[in-house]
């Protein structure tokens, strides 16, 4: 017998099309979430009580309700955003179908206070099944509307059964809540459970969407991110959003994907995206997602699904494959490098500290030396291409920086051989009179102690000479008793950090990364340094150690110093503009005045010029060493700019700077081999062998390395032994 057609009652139709727009806690504040924005709220606060099952209350402070309006606020099919099916072919809302209050108050017990602009106060209703109980009371209220819906599925138990728990349907909504608050910077979002009185999400309305992602997501997303941004006018689409790179993943894929302003799904445009990321992170890895995606509105048809989770648009295929492709160029770049985060070493806190560290001959003691505790490497051992110097090869000097350096016609000299100047004790006097009129003094005066002895430098096996020598080998030293020389000493053994001292002292060389940093070994742990920064501070100790006692580096052909100052003032490094002269009057004034100070630099620094104005020596501060001679046209001109020749010891120390900066190795003065090229030329390999054999050789025994170094990034812990056995245990 065929079975009966009856018109379902009302109630019942209305509870079931409530069932589809509302299906769980977290569709509710989706739908009243899209009424604020659309109301141009800019403070929206929810609150949640159960995981929104008991309460939800949602607040906000956009252009309210009419009174008027108030009786079919909560009618099905009742809305302001739309007159005619037409409209929908525009619509720039969120809502539009007038359906969100009504199934909300079909399921659950509904309040809503409101008030506009324009109203002398708020009012009040009740709301069941879509019907006003009573006429609007008036009563006190800010701007805006709150809506309470109280008991959710009160009405539909088998729904209300079939939720999860609590604290899974409360994750849900600050989920929904979250990624509202990244697409709509410049509001105020904030989720809470009630009674709680710190939001588990809150954003700020001057923040950007690069804030709201580090304030929803952490530090870890936000500073791994990349821009993207494309539109193409064919398919009548814009994108605009921020990517994770190759450094960033995650077990599950975060997509946070926004089409006109709308928070929906799109599994064709995630499985897309994905293939592009299988090529850049690990298997079983996911990338982090924002992206908002604007199509014309007559593409697109918002209207096929009860909760609005999907859209519809015209040429899917080509859009996501533009999207696709736009990634991929992102992401391209970010394979070549990766990044990791280390931490400099913490202030005080001595370099060997921790765990006691065994040596790996362990036949010493009869202690047990544990694997992840053994030193496998000895300081003391020495290289066989110690011995083996490679040939350097002559560098030309700078390319020209402009017409005139082509007219100058100067090459950057090399130096050809070194003179050993020996320095007589009996010249003290003699020099301390030059100095009056090459520097003057500050008041301190060249003090005059007995006591004042040469520092001493540990040496292996040379015990048994009785000379002092200095840093270069240079014999028969003459003490210097000039007080500020002295007190630039004391300045250095003062700021020493023993820690450091040691660690450079007794450390494995492991290899140069590039001219800038360089990787050693001390006990178990490994150290990234930074080989500029601490050449410089060892050249500038040497100068001020070595102080009047330098042997010279002669230059094979004379360098006029006019020349080398017009090369320096053409490069852009100079800062040189039309406001400071001609140049050719500058370069002048730089040859008369470092010719008047000839011969106190000759005496302290053993640098040498000539009656000409030539230079024709400079100091010889390590054996074997020899600076790139690319940097010495700049460095003739700061000697003339940037040091105060009028107080003594400010002088040493500016000077000793300058010329510590011009003998550092600096990567900009080094030519390396291009990516995947085998450095097979001499010049790419021989700073190799410098850095290794002559600056860290010279670390473990000329140098004090000053505090600073432990906090400013110079040197990096960036792997422990027993840290990485840990890791290797979990695998």
């Given at each position: 017998m065929a079975g009966v057609i009856r018109r379902l009652d009302e109630t019942v139709v209305?509870?079931?099309?409530?069932?589809?727009?509302?299906?769980?806690?977290?569709?509710?504040?989706?739908?009243?979430?899209?009424?604020?924005?659309?109301?141009?709220?800019?403070?929206?606060?929810?609150?949640?009580?159960?995981?929104?099952?008991?309460?939800?209350?949602?607040?906000?402070?956009?252009?309210?309700?009419?009174?008027?309006?108030?009786?079919?606020?909560?009618?099905?099919?009742?809305?302001?955003?739309?007159?005619?099916?037409?409209?929908?072919?525009?619509?720039?809302?969120?809502?539009?179908?007038?359906?969100?209050?009504?199934?909300?108050?079909?399921?659950?017990?509904?309040?809503?206070?409101?008030?506009?602009?324009?109203?002398?106060?708020?009012?009040?209703?009740?709301?069941?099944?879509?019907?006003?109980?009573?006429?609007?009371?008036?009563?006190?209220?800010?701007?805006?509307?709150?809506?309470?819906?109280?008991?959710?599925?009160?009405?539909?138990?088998?729904?209300?059964?079939?939720?999860?728990?609590?604290?899974?349907?409360?994750?849900?909504?600050?989920?929904?809540?979250?990624?509202?608050?990244?697409?709509?910077?410049?509001?105020?979002?904030?989720?809470?459970?009630?009674?709680?009185?710190?939001?588990?999400?809150?954003?700020?309305?001057?923040?950007?969407?690069?804030?709201?992602?580090?304030?929803?997501?952490?530090?870890?997303?936000?500073?791994?991110?990349?821009?993207?941004?494309?539109?193409?006018?064919?398919?009548?689409?814009?994108?605009?959003?921020?990517?994770?790179?190759?450094?960033?993943?995650?077990?599950?894929?975060?997509?946070?994907?926004?089409?006109?302003?709308?928070?929906?799904?799109?599994?064709?445009?995630?499985?897309?995206?994905?293939?592009?990321?299988?090529?850049?992170?690990?298997?079983?890895?996911?990338?982090?997602?924002?992206?908002?995606?604007?199509?014309?509105?007559?593409?697109?048809?918002?209207?096929?699904?009860?909760?609005?989770?999907?859209?519809?648009?015209?040429?899917?295929?080509?859009?996501?494959?533009?999207?696709?492709?736009?990634?991929?160029?992102?992401?391209?770049?970010?394979?070549?490098?990766?990044?990791?985060?280390?931490?400099?070493?913490?202030?005080?806190?001595?370099?060997?500290?921790?765990?006691?560290?065994?040596?790996?001959?362990?036949?010493?003691?009869?202690?047990?030396?544990?694997?992840?505790?053994?030193?496998?490497?000895?300081f003391r051992a020495q290289k066989l291409d110690a011995f083996l110097q490679p040939k350097e090869k002559l560098a030309p000097g700078p390319e020209s920086a402009g017409p005139s350096s082509g007219d100058a016609g100067a090459r950057t000299p090399q130096p050809a051989a070194v003179d050993m100047d020996e320095m007589e004790d009996a010249d003290l006097l003699e020099a301390v009179a030059e100095q009056e009129a090459g520097v003057p003094q500050d008041g301190e005066g060249p003090g005059v102690d007995t006591r004042d002895l040469p520092r001493k430098r540990p040496r292996t096996g040379l015990e048994e000479e009785e000379e002092e020598q200095t840093a270069a080998a240079t014999v028969k030293r003459r003490v210097i008793k000039l007080a500020s020389v002295k007190d630039l000493r004391a300045e250095i053994t003062e700021n020493t950090h023993k820690g450091l001292k040691d660690m450079l002292q007794n450390h494995s060389f492991v290899g140069c990364v590039n001219p800038q940093w360089t990787l050693i070994q001390h006990h178990t742990k490994l150290y990234l340094l930074n080989t500029t920064k601490l050449s410089q501070e060892l050249f500038y100790q040497i100068l001020i150690y070595d102080f009047g006692n330098f042997g010279v580096l002669r230059l094979s052909t004379p360098a006029p110093i006019y020349d080398l100052a017009m090369l320096a003032l053409d490069s852009e490094a100079s800062g040189w503009t039309e406001e400071d002269g001609p140049k050719e009057g500058l370069a002048q004034y730089i040859v008369d005045f470092l010719k008047k100070k000839a011969e106190m630099l000759e005496d302290y620094f053993s640098v040498e010029i000539d009656q000409e104005g030539n230079l024709t020596g400079l100091p010889l501060l390590l054996d074997k060493y020899i600076p790139a001679m690319e940097g010495l046209p700049m460095f003739i001109l700061r000697l003339a700019t940037e040091v105060n020749w009028d107080n003594e010891k400010q002088c040493f120390r500016e000077f000793s700077k300058e010329c510590s900066q011009f003998y550092s190795i600096r990567k900009q003065y080094i030519p390396e081999a291009e990516p995947g090229e085998e450095q097979k030329d001499a010049e790419l390999t021989s700073w190799r062998w410098k850095v290794e054999h002559i600056i860290f050789k010279a670390f473990r025994s000329l140098f004090s390395p000053p505090k600073r170094f432990s906090e400013d990034g110079s040197v990096l812990q960036i792997a422990n032994l027993p840290d990485l056995y840990k890791v290797f245990e979990r695998c």
């Open positions: 209305n509870r079931i099309a409530a069932g589809e727009v509302i299906q769980r806690p977290a569709n509710a504040i989706k739908e009243m979430l899209e009424n604020c924005l659309d109301a141009k709220s800019t403070n929206i606060q929810v609150t949640v009580k159960e995981g929104g099952m008991k309460l939800i209350q949602i607040q906000d402070n956009g252009t309210g309700i009419r009174k008027e309006d108030m009786e079919i606020v909560c009618e099905r099919f009742t809305t302001s955003k739309l007159e005619s099916f037409e409209d929908l072919t525009a619509i720039s809302t969120y809502g539009f179908r007038g359906e969100a209050l009504a199934s909300i108050s079909h399921v659950a017990h509904v309040t809503i206070t409101t008030k506009t602009a324009d109203a002398k106060c708020a009012y009040r209703a009740n709301y069941s099944d879509g019907k006003l109980k009573g006429p609007p009371k008036p009563c006190a209220g800010n701007q805006g509307t709150q809506i309470l819906a109280e008991d959710l599925f009160y009405n539909v138990s088998t729904r209300r059964k079939a939720l999860k728990s609590p604290s899974e349907e409360y994750s849900r909504i600050v989920e929904v809540v979250s990624r509202y608050a990244i697409h709509n910077s410049g509001k105020s979002f904030s989720v809470k459970k009630q009674g709680e009185t710190v939001a588990d999400v809150r954003t700020l309305p001057n923040a950007s969407i690069l804030d709201n992602i580090r304030a929803i997501f952490g530090n870890a997303v936000s500073r791994e991110l990349i821009e993207v941004g494309c539109e193409d006018p064919k398919f009548a689409f814009k994108l605009k959003g921020y990517i994770s790179n190759a450094n960033y993943s995650v077990k599950k894929c975060i997509l946070i994907l926004f089409i006109n302003h709308r928070l929906v799904e799109s599994s064709a445009l995630k499985k897309a995206i994905e293939t592009v990321y299988a090529a850049y992170l690990p298997k079983n890895t996911h990338p982090f997602l924002y992206l908002s995606l604007e199509i014309a509105p007559h593409n697109i048809d918002v209207n096929v699904h009860p909760t609005k989770h999907e859209v519809h648009f015209l040429h899917e295929d080509c859009i996501i494959e533009s999207v696709q492709k736009h990634i991929e160029s992102k992401l391209l770049g970010s394979n070549s490098s990766r990044t990791y985060f280390t931490q400099t070493l913490l202030p005080g806190l001595s370099v060997s500290a921790g765990s006691e560290v065994k040596s790996s001959s362990g036949a010493e003691s009869g202690e047990r030396v544990y694997a992840h505790q053994m030193v496998r490497t000895d």
